[in-house]
């Protein structure tokens, strides 16, 4: 899990400096509902954020890691996709 959580984390830098990497990560294809990355970020937070028992510290450290790419990705959606 931490290689993913590190994964994660690389891929929210690449967003903040390299400017292209968002796009790169959300296509403007209008028949894709759901882009590939934002499917795979769901689909680990429905795997792992909803455990029933308390967190292992690798786990806390994936959705951490998890939530910070949305939000980067988030912060940094170039204006022609976030109209989509």
């Not at 400096?17 to 403007?28: A, D, M, R, V, Y």
Request: aromatic share 4%.
């Amino acid at each position: 899990m931490t290689a993913l959580a590190g994964v994660f984390n690389l891929l929210a830098s690449m967003c903040l400096f390299l400017p292209q990497t968002t796009s790169l990560l959300l296509p403007e294809e209008a028949d894709q509902t759901i882009p590939s990355v934002l499917f795979l970020v769901t689909e680990v937070i429905k795997a792992h954020a909803t455990p029933k028992e308390p967190f292992s510290p690798e786990c806390e450290l994936l959705i951490k890691e998890c939530l910070n790419l949305l939000e980067i990705l988030c912060l940094t959606i170039p204006k022609d996709i976030s109209s989509q």
